[in-house]
């Protein structure tokens, strides 16, 4: 391993953490609820502070998913590889839980801060 | 004659295909045993790429090209039923993949960019790709969320897989 690799390496590194870092800083506010849509064209909102599990079909695949003390889950699910089931929970605003066979996708929706103000 | 000769040739390449789209697939299947414990979507080990590594001074690129055919095909086939999205996720990246090693050989192979270089750019270009496409499935750009913490996964196996290949290329040209 010579020079010129690691800085391949630390710079391509660096490029992905300063990505990771700019998403985490970025000020989304506060998880306020999770926004559910199907491959079928439909978005169901479910609040943070809801708690329990949900069924739902996306094209063609099952799922559950699990929203408990304000994080979300996909727990269960019928296709292949359950990708989605291996993300684990997610509760930051912006962070995505994409199950592909099914084109599921969970979302966190954020809690603008100028809202609370305004509040 | 010269039929003769042209065939024993392709046979020799088409015997090393085999052999290394065999070496590929039985990586990938040791990779399928351990991947369940990385809960990162879209990032793989990336042990096959060794294979290219190690064995690039003799490969062309129709032959990097055919052995990676042959492993996105039967890896398909034996670990993944077929499944039509999780074949193209895997053509997808290993295209890109291959153009990036392709690149790699052209330009800076035997600089003072080793092995490791390569690896690290497979590993990032195959995950880019496979995002690309998984965005193209979903029809918005969803996917790329994954992209920061898997990109890092990505230079760490990258890293430690062209390190290894790039001592078993020595080991064999020894």
Known sequence: MTLHDVIVAVFLFLFFASLLAQKTVSPEGKASAFEIKTDEGKTYVYPSGFKGKVDIKSGGHFYTLEIKNGKAAVISADCPDRLCVRTGKIWLPGEKIICLPGKLIVTVKGKETLDAVNR | ?174
Do not use: C, D, W
């Open chain 2, 1 to 174: 004659m010269r039929s003769t000769a042209k065939n024993k040739s392709f046979s020799f390449s088409g015997i090393k295909i085999a052999f290394l789209a065999s070496l590929a697939i039985s990586l990938n299947a040791v990779e399928e045993l351990f991947l369940p414990a990385v809960p990162l979507p879209g990032v793989s080990f990336g042990l096959n790429n060794a294979i290219f590594l190690v064995f690039l001074n003799s490969l062309s690129f129709a032959e990097i090209a055919a052995v990676q055919a042959l492993k996105v095909f039967v890896s398909a086939l034996l670990f993944k039923g077929f499944n039509p999205i999780a074949l193209f996720l895997s053509a997808s990246g290993a295209l890109s993949a291959t153009a990036v090693l392709a690149a790699y050989k052209k330009y800076l192979y035997g600089t003072s960019f080793t092995l490791v270089t390569a690896s690290i750019l497979m590993a990032v270009f195959h995950l880019t790709a496979q995002i690309a496409a998984a965005s193209l499935l979903v029809g918005n750009g969803a996917p790329f969320v994954y992209l920061p913490v898997s990109g890092m996964a990505a230079v760490v196996f990258g890293t430690a897989v062209g390190v290894v290949a790039g001592k078993a290329e020595r080991a064999f040209n020894r």
